[in-house]
């Protein structure tokens, strides 16, 4: 075989909010703050987070609020969407810790997942060169 898959244990939060959620921040008015989901995933980039993306929804409720959906013209801002987090659970826990601010009153669920790492047959992933070492000793 060319190839050897090299599993390991991560985990991915969610969290559900409405695109119209404002980051808090006591500087600014409300209509100059970010949206949530944005200052989440960019809080997640500098906090080393493996992925951070976010998803709206077309129809869909949270929370045990009403049944909402996006209209044919105009985006429903109140309409539920969520940002999901990938990375170790220990880097996640630490990311709704640090910024438990910004995600109280939020929906958040963990899952388990596993993460698979393709690397040259024979070799674990985690020990073969990183490709820009590779390169230079070409």
Not at 62 to 73: F, Q, T
Not at 91 to 113: A, N, S, T
């Amino acid at each position: 075989m060319s190839h050897k898959v090299t599993p390991s244990e991560i985990g991915m939060i969610r969290i559900y909010m409405k695109p119209s959620d404002k980051a808090t921040d006591g500087s600014r008015s409300f209509w100059t703050r970010k949206p949530l989901y944005r200052q989440l995933v960019m809080q997640a980039k500098r906090d080393g987070i493996m992925n951070a993306v976010a998803h709206h929804t077309h129809y869909g409720f949270s929370n045990h609020g009403p049944v909402m959906e996006d209209g044919a013209e105009l985006s429903n801002p109140h309409l539920t969407m969520c940002v999901e987090l990938i990375g170790q659970r220990h880097e996640l826990e630490r990311f709704c810790e640090v910024h438990g601010d910004l995600l109280g009153g939020k929906v958040i669920v963990y899952k388990h997942l596993e993460h698979r790492s393709i690397g040259p047959g024979g070799v674990r992933h985690q020990d073969a060169a990183p490709a820009e070492l590779t390169a230079k000793a070409r």
